[in-house]
């Protein structure tokens, strides 16, 4: 191994910027970036994702359309590349067979553990590990579903400028404009999206992405049931909308729902699905990256229970006042993120509204 020099950091910043909008296409497999480039020309040759549905994988895509033209370049690359049989070729073969003499890595892969570096430096490529903050947080679904069996969690939520999440009796007040397309492009770069039975029942959010050139992109639709079970009314058990509806159960809980509709049953207490089950079990659904958008109550037992990697809090312009659902029973909601760990990581104008990103400080690789 050797240094990184501020060109490789370009290439490894540009692939990353290439790979996410390709996030929630590659379950179950992460949305991988390579760029394969002509070092003396600072050139880019070829570049390839993942493509949708995990395979082919993109350092195999990238060097197949590199042809010929690989010898002798350098492979940027987001993820340790795989040396296993999988259900496709090992990516460490390709780059020995296609001459590439330098391969950059953004992040480790915990399934190949290092043991991909080890070859491709006993081919005699020399090979870089990055330990690139923006790779692994590219990976970081990828990561933790492989170290901690269970995805990378988002939780979105919109407060007015007086921290309220709504009116009482009245659901959440809607939110539009470049506030709703930030929204609707979290929600495609996600396997899933998850609320509460209770904002299933009060708001009957359909959960789709409507954006134009986003066709298709909406994620697997979860609705995590209490004791109460769920509405067999709202649009996301009852509706017909084509996209995918899976309700997480606890395991004694009676659920009334179409067959077109699957249960998912996890432990629990008192009707309420355990939260880390339901984690667990989404994660082996091949959920890498998982948006939750929580009313009040499930907001305050993920913040509780640990299980919120990033939580995305959007401001709007307008108040609300007395009759307003407050965004945490504990207090503002900035103090109780605060609490639970969570530090300010950036933020932007979305047009009258604003967004806040708190973050996890890193625990991964
Ligand atoms: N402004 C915004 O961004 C948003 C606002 N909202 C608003 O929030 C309100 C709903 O919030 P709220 O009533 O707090 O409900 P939530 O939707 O936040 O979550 C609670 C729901 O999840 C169920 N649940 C199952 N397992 C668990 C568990 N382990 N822990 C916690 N809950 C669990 C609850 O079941 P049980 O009933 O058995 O407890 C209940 O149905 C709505 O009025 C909606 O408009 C909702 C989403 C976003
Ligand atoms: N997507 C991706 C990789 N993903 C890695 O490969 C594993 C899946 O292998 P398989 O079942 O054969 O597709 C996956 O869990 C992850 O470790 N690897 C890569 O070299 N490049 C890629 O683009
Ligand atoms: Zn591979």
Known sequence: ???????????????????????????????????????????????????????????????????????????????????????????????IRAGIMRVVIGATDPKSAGGSMAQLESAGIETVLARHAPSQ?????????????????????????????????????????????????????????????????????????????????TPLRVVLAGASGVDRKVNLIGGFSGYRTVIIAETSTSIDAPVSVETMRVTGKAGRPDLAATLTSLAERHIQNLLVEPG????????????????????????????????????????VLAAAGLVEAGGQALGDDHLTLYERPARTD
Request: hydrophobic share 50%; glycine share 8%.
């Open 1 to 95: 191994m050797s240094g990184l020099s501020a060109e490789d950091r370009r290439w490894l910043d540009a692939a990353v910027r290439y790979a996410a909008p390709f996030a929630g296409t590659t379950a179950d497999n992460p949305a991988v970036a390579a760029l394969v480039v002509d070092p003396r020309m600072q050139a880019l040759v070829a570049r390839a994702v993942t493509a949708k549905g995990g395979r082919p994988h993109a350092e195999a895509e990238a060097i197949a359309k590199a042809g010929f033209e690989a010898a002798g370049c350098t492979l940027y690359v987001t993820l340790e590349p795989c040396h296993h049989w999988g259900r496709t070729p090992p990516c460490v073969d390709a780059i």
């Open 137 to 217: 947080a590219l990976h970081a679904g990828h990561i933790l579903r492989h170290l901690a069996n269970r995805p990378f969690v988002t939780a979105m939520l919109a407060v007015s400028a007086d921290g309220m999440i709504g009116r009482q009796g009245e659901g959440r007040a809607p939110v539009e404009g470049p506030a709703r397309t930030w929204i609707e492009i979290l929600r495609a770069r996600s396997d899933a999206v998850l609320v509460g039975a209770a904002t299933a029942r009060a708001d009957n959010p359909a959960l789709t992405v409507t954006l134009p050139g986003l066709p298709g992109r």
């Open 296 to 335: 009040q109550r499930l907001a305050a037992a993920l913040l509780e229970a640990d299980l919120v990697d990033r939580f995305a809090l959007i401001t709007r312009a307008e108040t609300i006042g007395a009759d307003g659902v407050p965004a945490s029973a504990d207090g503002p909601i900035a103090d």
